[in-house]
Nanobody
Framework: QVQLVESGGGLVLPGGSLRLSCAASGRTFSIYSMGWFRQAPGKEREFVASIVWGAGRAVYAESVKDRFTISRDNAKNTVYLQMNGLKPEDTAVYYC????????????WGQGTQVTVSS
């Protein structure tokens, strides 16, 4: 009942920046938390960052802490991921996800957006 659409991916040089966006529609009032995950070819999906919608409390994977910032705009039902100091190992398909309670799994997923960091 929640639809998510990511945008903002692309090709960037090492050390560069990108800002990903994820727009939510449908039963957006049911969203408790939204997050970003990424998956490189041949690797498992990994957690990047998440934010509690109401409180704005954010959690980051250690690999991106102090480089990435997650934020949300309540009026636009949109979550952002500002990525600075990008490294080649950040290359992956980035997915937006949402969950409805603190204990639930992330059950709604976007289609993904490709981020490639290369010289």
């Amino acid at each position: 009942q929640v639809q998510l659409v990511e945008s903002g991916g692309g090709l960037v040089l090492p050390g560069g920046s990108l800002r990903l966006s994820c727009a939510a529609s449908g039963r957006t009032f049911s969203i408790y938390s939204m997050g970003w995950f990424r998956q490189a070819p041949g690797k498992e999906r990994e957690f990047v960052a998440s934010i509690v919608w109401g409180a704005g409390r954010a959690v980051y994977a250690e690999s991106v802490k102090d480089r990435f910032t997650i934020s949300r705009d309540n009026a636009k039902n949109t979550v952002y991921l500002q990525m600075n100091g990008l490294k080649p190992e950040d290359t992956a398909v980035y997915y937006c996800a949402a969950k409805r309670t603190t204990f639930a799994d992330f059950g709604s997923w976007g289609q993904g957006t490709q981020v490639t960091v290369s010289s």
